[in-house]
């Protein structure tokens, strides 16, 4: 028996894609056991394939006088027709006539091999969408049925269920669809599945990968990738080379690369940010659009973090229905709590500046200035008592004033004003308009020039006894205004 499978190849190979030696093998398998059913044994069947792909059964059987077993066996006479140099004892192999395998071991065998190129059919289309899991594909909806959009892809019909499809997104019979090949996976019954999907993150990513060069090539690499379908994705990218952004490569000049996948994902807010190992910075970025003020490592083992904000940008730090950071959190890896500056200062996380530095007033305020001046403490008190509490008040007291002071005595008066003398000068400026001002200046800073010239004339204040010049109208330690008359005598 011969079998002719040149035609039968070809068109399996153009229409299913099955190989030559696929399909040569599986029809060697029907016929085997189409033989074995109907003889009972394939002990000597012989199946033989020439170069022009034609397919010959043989039996294997001994030439003899007289044959007892006709499966094994075939007499001289019937050999020599086969055969015209057969002799005695000779092992030949006869062609097996069809019609003895009987029509229903030629049924079955071939059902046999109609049922095993249907399932090398499904093997090749499942290992062809298995090599593609997490591939882009293009198709159009030829159906919709309940929740499930049915793809057809081509070579095979992909389905979508409703589920991986971001909420926002619409389509109907016939659109053309953009997806990812999310899981290709047998059912029960042995048919083959092909789930597609728009919400997983490896669909941005492979978006991604299409619209920036840097990351198909691998100059710029995709750390992490966290998405909530239809609110916001947020991607980690990082280089290995100093002079390349990674966040600037992907965004484009004025956000012309990433705006196409913007606009393929329906205007999806993309959150692109650099990827880095330190933990602080890193929540502060998985926190965009927010801006982090500070953020506080509260338990390094529990990976457990507090981010400062503005109350302004606390809104945006947790993001609608807590989306933000939800997606911040598994960016990050961190678990991450929110709180304003005023939250934040009322537990003490971080310092009140106003606070300190209005106490730091008040203590300021609280000081005096009598205190930090070298007097006994018999004067300090003195002069409390009396509300002077500052160097300027002591310094425009004359004596006559000092005396007059509650609880002041002769021998203190005296110590204040020798004190006063010894380390302040009073400097006394007239005011354009006719106000008195009164400088206090230290007398180690600032000497009395007239002091140098050797020609001056010095006289005696007669309240105080402090030098004073005929130049001069008023004492300038007491302030006594002096006037200077020539003896008519002299």
């Not at 599986?26 to 003889?39: Q, R």
């Not at 034609?54 to 003899?64: A, P, T, Y």
Request: charged letters at 35%; glycine letters at 4%.
């Amino acid at each position: 028996m011969t079998l002719d499978l040149t035609n039968i190849i070809k068109e399996l190979q153009q229409d299913k894609g099955i190989s030559e030696d696929l399909i040569i093998t599986t029809i060697e398998t029907a016929l085997t056991k189409a033989y074995e059913k109907y003889y009972g044994t394939i002990e000597n069947l012989v199946i033989r394939k020439d170069d022009e792909l034609i397919l010959s059964i043989f039996s294997k059987k001994e030439v003899v006088d007289e044959v007892d077993d006709d499966l094994f066996e075939i007499d001289l006479k019937s050999a020599k027709v086969i055969n015209n140099e057969a002799e005695i004892g000779d092992e030949m192999l006869v062609p097996c006539n069809p019609e003895e395998f009987g029509r229903i071991e030629i049924h079955s065998a071939k059902q046999i091999i109609l049922q095993r190129l249907k399932e090398i059919k499904k093997d090749s289309i499942f290992s062809d969408y298995k090599a593609k899991e997490g591939e882009l594909i293009i198709g159009y909806i030829q159906r919709i049925r309940g929740d499930i959009f049915y793809i057809d892809l081509g070579s095979y019909e992909g389905i979508l269920p409703k589920k991986n499809i971001p909420p926002h997104e619409e389509y109907h019979q016939g659109d053309r669809i953009k997806s990812i090949i999310d899981e290709v996976k047998k059912t029960n019954k042995g048919n083959i599945s092909v789930v597609l999907s728009r919400t997983s993150p490896n669909f941005v990513k492979k978006l991604f990968e299409i619209e920036i060069p840097e990351i198909y090539d691998k100059t710029v690499i995709i750390e992490k990738i966290v998405r909530e379908p239809g609110y916001r994705t947020k991607i980690a990218v990082s280089t290995h080379k100093d002079e390349i952004d990674p966040v600037g490569s992907c965004v484009g000049q004025k956000g012309a690369r990433i705006n196409n996948i913007i606009k393929e994902l329906e205007d999806e807010k993309i959150d692109v940010i650099k990827w880095t190992l330190e933990p602080r910075l890193m929540i502060a970025n998985a926190l965009i659009p927010a801006k982090v003020d500070n953020v506080i490592i509260s338990d390094e083992s529990k990976k457990k973090a507090i981010a400062i904000v503005d109350q302004s940008q606390l809104s945006y730090a947790i993001g609608k229905k807590g989306l933000n950071i939800k997606l911040a959190n598994i960016l990050s890896g961190w678990d991450i709590d929110v709180k304003t500056l005023a939250q934040a200062k009322e537990l003490k996380l971080i310092p009140d500046h106003i606070q300190a530095a209005e106490q730091l007033f008040k203590e300021d305020i609280g000081k005096n200035e009598i205190d930090e001046l070298e007097l006994s403490d018999v004067i300090k008190e003195i002069l409390k008592k009396n509300n002077i509490n500052t160097i300027e008040q002591i310094v425009e007291l004359n004596f006559e004033q000092i005396k007059l002071l509650t609880g002041m005595n002769e021998e203190h008066a005296n110590e204040l004003k020798s004190f006063i003398d010894e380390n302040f000068e009073i400097v006394i400026e007239e005011d354009e308009a006719e106000a008195t001002q009164t400088e206090v200046k230290p007398k180690e800073i600032e000497e009395n020039k007239a002091d140098n010239d050797e020609n001056t004339v010095y006289y005696e204040c007669p309240n105080c006894g402090a030098k004073i010049t005929e130049n001069e109208t008023s004492c300038p330690s007491c302030g006594v205004e002096i006037a200077f008359e020539e003896d008519e005598g002299e």
